[in-house]
Each structure stands twice: as structure tokens, then as C-alpha cells.
């Protein structure tokens, strides 16, 4: 079982920068692929950013793509998301998930657990 707990989330201005942070437990974190993905009220969730267990490979949505930096340090089992030049329509909660397997993935179905969320919101 692993449990992750996001932080990082609050209220920034339009063009201000957030970084968002989820700590996971268990022995075999750096074994695992992580995403971040969000959901804005009334819509469905989207993927925002995925890493390999490894930090090698990395992949964006195009809507944060050169904005949003995703990263993880094993030594913490803990991954990041570096959020600049923020906009309001980033305004969303924001999830992190891990995959029990190495390789990245865009897709929420792929992944096996998820963490509990933590709202980001900009403000225009």
C-alpha cells in the first residue's frame, strides 16, 4: 500500500508561482512512475505532468508545457511540481498518483494510487 499527501496548494496571483510537493510511503517509491493530474470545478480531470521512476522521462500537457516543471528526489520520496507564470485557468485541485510500474504515463487509469488533493488557485 502506498499513501501520498500533496501539499504546496493556496491562492497566487496571475503570473506567480506555486511548487506543489507529494511525499509517498513505502520502501519502493523509486520504483515507481508519478503523475500529477487536476480537476477544475465542473470538469473532469486532465493529466498535467508525468515522471519515470527514474526522473529520466518526463512529458507535459501542452496547456503547461514550458510553465510547469515536474522533478522527484528517491532520497525523499517526494515528487514536485514547479508551477510559474500561473494562470487562472490553472485554478484546479491537484492530484498526485503513483504507477507500480517504471514507465510514465498520461493516463489516469494507469496509475494505482492516488493522494488526497490540495487546491491551487489564481486569481486574475
Known amino acids: 500500500q502506498v499513501q501520498l499527501v500533496e501539499s504546496g496548494g493556496g491562492l497566487v496571483q496571475a503570473g506567480g508561482s506555486l511548487r506543489l510537493s507529494c511525499a509517498a510511503s513505502?520502501?519502493?517509491?523509486?520504483?515507481?512512475?508519478m503523475g500529477w493530474f487536476r480537476q477544475a470545478t465542473g470538469k473532469e480531470r486532465e493529466f498535467v505532468a508525468t515522471?519515470?521512476?527514474?526522473?529520466?522521462?518526463?512529458s507535459y500537457a501542452d496547456s503547461v508545457k514550458g510553465r510547469f516543471t515536474i522533478s522527484r528526489d528517491n532520497t525523499k520520496n517526494t515528487v514536485y511540481l514547479q508551477m510559474n507564470s500561473l494562470k487562472p485557468e490553472d485554478t484546479a485541485v491537484y492530484y498526485c498518483?503513483?504507477?507500480?510500474?517504471?514507465?510514465?504515463?498520461?493516463?489516469?487509469?494507469?496509475?494505482?494510487?492516488w493522494g488526497q488533493g490540495t487546491q491551487v488557485t489564481v486569481s486574475s
Open positions: 513505502g520502501r519502493t517509491f523509486n520504483n515507481y512512475a
Open positions: 498518483a503513483a504507477r507500480t510500474t517504471y514507465a510514465s504515463s498520461s493516463t489516469g487509469n494507469d496509475y494505482d494510487y
Open positions: 515522471i519515470s521512476y527514474s526522473g529520466r522521462v518526463t
